[in-house]
């Protein structure tokens, strides 16, 4: 998430339960409103935090210690049962966690690049495009040129930082985003509870800690970076997650996909608090665009 950038971006493609169940209005639902918006604010300055750490550890160091620290708090914390899957069920877990670790080095490479904001926007239009294509409704070509006429004016805005690279980055780890969503369905449906995720995270963890070590070496063992990277894997992961597996229970799961769709504002938020990135006025379009457009495709889908 954001982001990884996150498990945040799990839950709702691993819990279909809520769709079947009918929420009426009230606290509840408002209750996993607040919900949902804290694992999405909590997620977005993790990753905002994540990128102070890049002048000390580079972006594949924040990765590694990022991932590392995740996988340790899921694997403690949900101990999965590793006896009794198939050989289909590891490949699908292997590529699982290719995609999870995939997606988040290469949205920190992004956003080592280009702004907070900015790398989100482009991001989201690969879980956004996969949306469209599984709705295969004439109305989500129309959300989807939204969405690109957003990032095309995010690309005129002026961005100082706005390079080639850093779009590249971020559109393929867009790309491995919508990967991520449909084997992280797959996995929920083969694996019991949250072990398909932990596994998957473990796999991630093995791939991403050679490449921090080779990157930062030393560095990551010091006890203030061990420790940013401790509270960014709480904020990224942890926090986010178990937020929105409490909102899960409160709200439809379409109301929960539109609350993501939030993703791009709440990063360029987070962004310009933490990292001292500001707006222009096209710029804020651009992103509202996004937004608009990724919770019209959202709700288009689920009709």
Same mark, same amino acid.
């Given at each position: 998430?954001?982001?990884?950038? *996150?498990? +945040?971006?799990?839950?709702?493609? +691993?819990?279909?339960?809520?769709?079947?169940?009918?929420?009426?209005?009230?606290?509840?639902?408002?209750?996993?409103?607040?919900?949902?918006?804290?694992?999405?604010?909590?997620?977005?300055?993790?990753?905002?935090?994540?990128?102070?750490?890049?002048?000390?550890? /580079?972006?594949?160091?924040?990765?590694?210690?990022?991932?590392?620290?995740?996988?340790?708090?899921?694997?403690?914390?949900?101990?999965?049962?590793?006896?009794?899957?198939?050989?289909?069920?590891?490949?699908?877990?292997?590529?699982?966690?290719?995609?999870?670790?995939?997606?988040? #080095?290469?949205? @920190?490479?992004?956003?080592?690049?280009? $702004?907070?904001?900015?790398?989100?926007?482009?991001?989201?239009?690969?879980?956004?495009?996969? *949306?469209?294509?599984?709705?295969?409704?004439?109305?989500? #070509?129309?959300?989807?040129?939204?969405?690109?006429?957003?990032?095309?004016? #995010?690309? /005129?805005?002026?961005?100082?930082?706005?390079?080639?690279?850093?779009?590249?980055?971020?559109?393929?780890?867009?790309?491995?985003?919508?990967? @991520?969503?449909?084997?992280?369905?797959?996995?929920?449906?083969?694996? $019991?509870?949250?072990?398909?995720?932990?596994?998957?995270?473990?796999?991630?963890?093995?791939?991403?800690?050679?490449?921090?070590?080779?990157?930062?070496?030393?560095?990551?063992?010091?006890?203030?970076?061990?420790?940013?990277?401790?509270?960014?894997?709480?904020?990224?992961?942890?926090?986010? @997650?178990?937020?929105?597996?409490?909102?899960?229970?409160?709200?439809?799961?379409?109301?929960?996909?539109?609350?993501? *769709?939030?993703a791009p504002a709440l990063a360029a938020v987070?962004? @310009?608090?933490?990292?001292?990135? /500001?707006? *222009?006025? $096209?710029?804020?379009?651009?992103?509202?665009?996004?937004?608009?457009?990724?919770?019209?495709?959202?709700?288009?889908?689920?009709?």
């Amino acid at each position: 998430m954001n982001g990884m950038t *996150s498990m +945040a971006r799990t839950s709702s493609a +691993a819990t279909p339960a809520p769709v079947l169940v009918r929420h009426a209005p009230g606290r509840g639902s408002l209750g996993g409103v607040g919900l949902m918006l804290a694992g999405s604010v909590s997620v977005q300055f993790g990753s905002a935090c994540a990128a102070l750490l890049f002048p000390r550890t /580079g972006a594949a160091g924040a990765v590694a210690l990022r991932v590392t620290f995740a996988a340790v708090l899921l694997l403690v914390a949900t101990r999965p049962r590793l006896r009794g899957h198939s050989r289909a069920d590891w490949a699908l877990a292997g590529g699982f966690g290719l995609a999870l670790g995939g997606m988040n #080095l290469l949205f @920190y490479q992004a956003i080592d690049r280009i $702004p907070l904001g900015a790398a989100v926007t482009v991001e989201v239009l690969g879980p956004l495009l996969l *949306s469209v294509a599984a709705s295969r409704r004439a109305a989500g #070509l129309l959300w989807a040129g939204l969405a690109l006429a957003g990032v095309f004016l #995010l690309g /005129g805005g002026g961005f100082d930082r706005l390079n080639v690279a850093g779009v590249a980055f971020a559109l393929a780890a867009g790309a491995l985003w919508a990967a @991520y969503i449909v084997l992280n369905a797959r996995a929920g449906a083969r694996f $019991p509870r949250l072990d398909g995720l932990a596994i998957a995270m473990a796999v991630a963890a093995l791939v991403s800690l050679p490449l921090g070590l080779g990157a930062a070496g030393g560095t990551l063992l010091e006890p203030a970076v061990l420790g940013l990277g401790l509270a960014i894997a709480v904020l990224s992961s942890a926090v986010p @997650y178990t937020l929105e597996l409490l909102a899960l229970r409160r709200l439809p799961a379409a109301t929960f996909a539109v609350l993501t *769709s939030l993703a791009p504002a709440l990063a360029a938020v987070a962004g @310009y608090l933490v990292l001292g990135q /500001g707006l *222009s006025l $096209p710029q804020c379009a651009a992103i509202a665009l996004v937004v608009t457009a990724s919770a019209g495709a959202v709700r288009t889908g689920n009709r």
